[in-house]
């Protein structure tokens, strides 16, 4: 799938009404005792000649999720006019990316965690080469995920772990450096699926 194909196909899926409209964690269904917090990441697609999704490592030191790989984003705050304005703020927070370098879609189906967010994922395009500035409060490292293994139906598998006392099983993409899981694992599924057709 080259940079155009790729294009007109993450605008088909950006247009689609979701189905369903939220998506809910495997471990989560039934157990959320109040309502879960109203968050955003931006789902990065950098196209150009090897197109890739952009994808952040959080540092170690942080209280929630600590060094996972996730998408820049994170709660939607009461000055944020939308999900689309709280995932662009959060990535020029996290890694200096510059909102008018994105080219916002749309959404996906809100994804809702077993940590209690409901995460609004916000499709968008960047263009190859840009520079970003990982905050060192918040942000490891920045990588991509090739388009290639996101298009693999054979490449996300299911494994099972304990967390917390509890058994989980969970999506995970191959990655040669990071461990690709959780609530940004099952979204990649999502994109992944609606790419694929």
Known sequence: MNADQLRTRLIQVATMTPHPPVVYGEEIIGALEKPPTPAAVLVPVILGPAPGILLT????????????????????????????????REAEEEIALDPSRVEILGRMADYVTGTGYRITPVLGLLPPGLVYRPSPHEVESVFELPIGVLLDPQAPRRELRQVNGRDREFWVWPHAEHFIWGATAAILVHLAERLRG
């Not at 996972?68 to 939607?76: A, E, K, T």
């Open 57 to 88: 490592k959080r540092t170690a030191h942080l209280k929630k999720h600590a060094g996972q790989v996730s998408f820049p984003g994170g709660r939607i705050d009461p000055d944020d006019a939308h999900a689309e304005a709280a995932a662009l």
